[in-house]
């Protein structure tokens, strides 16, 4: 399984990026998909996650309002909306491939992209 993140760049604060993160594989609707970032000097830390069928989600509590995740299994791929970036945003965002359950735990997920790059200036 390979996952491949895109979509990252160099913004201002309150402007908005498209995450998108395409998945190999036949199994990409069986499994949930979650979006993790890290910060210079910080621990990787969950951002949001959506269930196999779309269904459910959950988000931080940091980008509540602010953050949109969806994924089209018709194309095996999940995306991460982010709108009003603020400069805290700044950081490396990892999409994942989870279980058969949602899950906030990093532990959860099995397999990982290996990154894009989001930067926002104030």
């Known amino acids: 399984v390979q996952l491949q993140a895109s979509g990252g760049g160099l913004v201002q604060a309150g402007d908005s990026l498209r995450l998108s993160c395409v998945t190999s594989?036949?199994?990409?609707?069986?499994?949930?998909m979650g979006w993790f970032r890290q910060a210079p000097g910080k621990v990787r830390e969950f951002v949001a996650a959506?269930?196999?069928?779309?269904?459910?989600?959950e988000y931080a509590h940091f980008v509540e309002g602010r953050f949109s995740i969806s994924r089209d299994n018709a194309k095996n791929t999940m995306y991460l909306q982010m709108n009003s970036l603020k400069p805290e945003d700044t950081a490396v965002y990892y999409c994942?491939?989870?279980?058969?359950?949602?899950?906030?735990?990093?532990?959860?997920?099995?397999?990982w992209g290996q990154g894009t790059q989001v930067t926002v200036s104030s």
């Open positions: 994942a491939r989870g279980r058969l359950y949602i899950s906030a735990a990093a532990r959860s997920y099995e397999y």
């Open positions: 594989g036949r199994t990409f609707a069986t499994y949930a």
């Open positions: 959506i269930s196999s069928n779309g269904d459910s989600t």
